[in-house]
């Protein structure tokens, strides 16, 4: 609190990331669902090459390169495209853009009960109301839900976070069949790695009413470059590009939209890391049903998971906090007797594995 601070300032909840430790000890990190293996080599190739003279100069502000290679792997246009500085600030964009400001409106946001816990901060934020649709005992979406509302938007992460449950692509259909006059955000933030990949992109040329919300932070191991995406109709991207310029009209500078345009035209280094991943998520799994967790079928680069009696959520994420292994433990409704935890190499995911069975074993 302060004096100096504005009404806003003073009551918002501000989003609270996850821990980054700034020590050099060594930690099993696998609270923030960073991917454990190595961006591609034509990103390490393009900072080698990259000219220490372009920094003098304001970078490209539509990010063309960025958005010519995201429409090739699409199938779209470029006017299709939107590129920002991580998918956090797509996703901002989208609500100033999109979302009706309470006074203006009687109509709420549409948001799963459980889900990114960013987007109740853009909404008080940009003062619009949020509805939060309750999930399923098994903790899924029920498409219907979002088909039934007056609403003023709809926002949903697919696969949902922290859950990492999947919607099909024709729920989401479903669902933008029943919104014609509202703006549907799919935050596909996880989708690279659901088992049998598939993008609601494909249905952007269909419906004008689709926003879809990608990031380079997991799929392509690029977290601490900040560049994520949004394909959509050009009459919803003119009106983020109109938002984006009038506030900061240069979000990606020079280097990261080479690094990330280079990481998106390599398919073939992203489909093996995807699979990579996809296979240590199976055994891991596996590994955590064996121990008595109840684990949804995860669609996403982390599982969620809630641990068997002997031992509470709060408790275990303490326990191996002190063995050096950082997971990450929501104290809310609902999500407080679950851990999530991100999908790390296979000797990381072995490591946890045997702290929490020498855990239960003491509880």
């Known amino acids: 609190m302060s004096k100096f601070w504005n009404k806003k300032t003073n009551e918002i909840e501000a989003y609270v990331a996850g821990e980054q430790p700034k020590t050099d000890c060594k930690l099993v990190k696998l609270n923030t669902n960073e991917n454990p293996y190595s961006p591609s080599k034509e990103c390490e190739k393009v900072l080698k090459e990259f000219d220490i003279q372009e920094l003098r100069l304001y970078p490209d502000t539509d990010s063309t390169i960025v958005r010519d290679a995201v429409a090739k792997i699409t199938g779209l246009e470029r006017g299709n495209v939107f590129v920002?500085?991580?998918?956090?600030?797509?996703?901002?964009?989208?609500?100033?853009?999109?979302?009706?400001?309470?006074?203006?409106?009687?109509?709420?946001?549409?948001?799963?009960?459980?889900?990114?816990?960013?987007?109740?901060?853009?909404?008080?934020?940009?003062?619009?109301?949020?509805?939060?649709?309750?999930?399923?005992?098994?903790?899924?979406?029920?498409?219907?839900?979002?088909?039934?509302?007056?609403?003023?938007?709809?926002?949903?992460?697919?696969?949902?976070?922290?859950?990492?449950?999947?919607?099909?692509?024709?729920?989401?259909?479903?669902?933008?069949?029943?919104?014609?006059?509202?703006?549907v955000i799919i935050d596909e933030a996880y989708a690279a790695f659901k088992t049998k990949y598939e993008s609601a992109a494909e249905l952007v040329n269909k419906y004008p009413n689709l926003v879809v919300v990608q990031t380079l932070s997991k799929s392509y191991g690029l977290a601490g470059l900040r560049v994520g995406y949004a394909v959509a109709s050009k009459e919803l991207i003119e009106g983020m590009i109109k938002i984006r310029d009038s506030f900061n009209s240069y979000p990606v500078d020079r280097i990261a939209q080479k690094v990330a345009a280079a990481a998106i035209l390599d398919v073939e280094n992203y489909e093996i890391n995807r699979l990579a991943l996809i296979g240590?998520?199976?055994?891991?799994?596996?590994?955590?049903?064996?121990?008595?967790?109840?684990v949804p079928e995860s669609s996403a680069n982390f599982i969620f998971v809630k641990p068997p009696v002997e031992i509470t959520a709060e408790s275990l994420y303490n326990?191996?906090?002190?063995?050096?292994?950082?997971?990450?433990?929501?104290?809310?409704?609902?999500?407080?007797?679950?851990?999530?935890?991100?999908?790390?190499?296979?000797?990381?995911?072995?490591?946890?594995?045997?702290?929490?069975?020498?855990?239960?074993?003491?509880?």
């Not at 946001?109 to 889900?115: A, G, K, M, Q, R």
């Not at 853009?122 to 939060?132: E, H, V």
């Not at 098994?138 to 999947?166: H, M, Q």
């Not at 002190?322 to 072995?350: A, C, H, W």
């Open 319 to 363: 326990k191996l906090r002190q063995k050096g292994i950082l997971v990450r433990y929501f104290n809310k409704p609902i999500v407080k007797e679950f851990l999530r935890i991100s999908i790390g190499t296979d000797e990381e995911m072995s490591i946890i594995v045997e702290a929490i069975k020498e855990e239960l074993k003491n509880a």
């Open 280 to 294: 240590t998520r199976t055994n891991a799994m596996a590994e955590f049903r064996k121990m008595g967790f109840f």
């Open 84 to 183: 920002g500085n991580g998918s956090d600030e797509v996703l901002a964009i989208c609500w100033q853009a999109f979302f009706e400001k309470k006074y203006n409106t009687n109509l709420g946001v549409l948001v799963p009960e459980v889900s990114y816990s960013f987007y109740p901060v853009y909404a008080q934020n940009y003062d619009t109301r949020l509805i939060k649709i309750p999930l399923g005992e098994d903790l899924s979406i029920d498409p219907d839900d979002f088909c039934v509302r007056e609403n003023c938007g709809v926002a949903i992460a697919n696969p949902n976070a922290p859950t990492s449950i999947a919607m099909p692509i024709a729920d989401i259909e479903r669902i933008l069949q029943a919104n014609p006059d509202s703006v």
